[in-house]
């Protein structure tokens, strides 16, 4: 099944379906784009390289020609910005690792979707849907409408559903330990970290939150962590662009997401670019890293 049957007359088709547009666009940029740093800064003060920019105004084009899309903001941004009449509001990472670029390791995409004028004061439970994109040997979509999840790969210039209903088990001996210089400062970390080395879990750790977030989803089973520590408290992932709609994606697949203490979907978004700490995957070994690092 095409991803046009799939999504039939749901109300949100048009906006996915542009979505989808603009990931066959990044899909190729990410083959072509420059690997150097293009001199300018983000709103974090991180340097950019080519292709963020270039998957950013991508992503805006697409916003500014849906007409359902009236808002957006951006981790490439500094504000949210009106683009439209719509009445959807899109903000995204546009290129998630991109540290990763020029070892051409796979990179990806992370959207979410709510219906609001402003950002600001918004949960990642108001979310309508969430919508991830990974540029690896194949390039797939992976959203959920609140109606589970289900992955898509591009073939032949079209998206083909390659994964139906995408569940994530209960547990699972798979780990992907985020920010392990942690270790460190946080002992309670270290002790969470050797818990997984003891017990035989498989370390499954890219580097990217996108593929590492997407091997758990796939394989059904695992956890993924980025705590802070020091003068990061919140680490460095942040609540609007990358944590919530992953965290929804999760819940979506029967998993969970945790800052330590909150569900991260119940988190109050302050701060455009407000951080996290994260630890999402199968429910008990989110839980198993809450008991570790209360
Ligand atoms: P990147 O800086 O390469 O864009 O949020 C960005 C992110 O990658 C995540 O994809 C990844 O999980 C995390 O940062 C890795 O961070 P560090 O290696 O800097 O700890």
Known sequence: MNLKEHLGDHILSPTILALAEAVKGISQAVKTADMGKVG???????EQIAIDVQAD?????????????????????????????????ICHDPLDGSSLFDVNLSVGTIVGIYKTNSFIGVKGDDQVGAFVAVYGPRTTIFFTLRDGVNE????????????ENIKVAEEGKMFA??????????????????YWCENQYRLRYSGG???DINHILIKGMGVFAYPGYGDQ??????LLYECAPMALLMEEA???????????????VKDLHQRT??????????????????
């Open 40 to 46: 300018t800064m983000n709103s974090s003060g991180e």
């Open 57 to 89: 105004e991508i992503l805006r084009k697409m916003a500014e020609a849906c007409d359902q899309v009236g808002l957006l903001a951006s981790e490439e941004m500094e504000g949210e910005d009106k683009v439209g009449e719509g009445e959807y509001a």
């Open 152 to 163: 898509f790969t591009l073939i032949d210039s079209e998206f083909v559903m390659t994964k």
């Open 177 to 194: 330990p985020g920010n392990l210089r942690a270790c460190s400062e946080r002992k309670d970390y270290l002790k969470l970290v050797n």
């Open 209 to 211: 939150m996108v593929p």
């Open 233 to 238: 408290p919140n680490g460095k992932l942040r």
């Open 254 to 268: 029967g998993g969970s997401a945790s800052d330590g203490q909150n569900r991260v979907l119940e988190i109050v």
């Open 277 to 294: 700490p994260i630890f999402v995957g199968s429910k008990m070994e989110v839980q198993r890293c809450k008991d570790f690092l209360a």
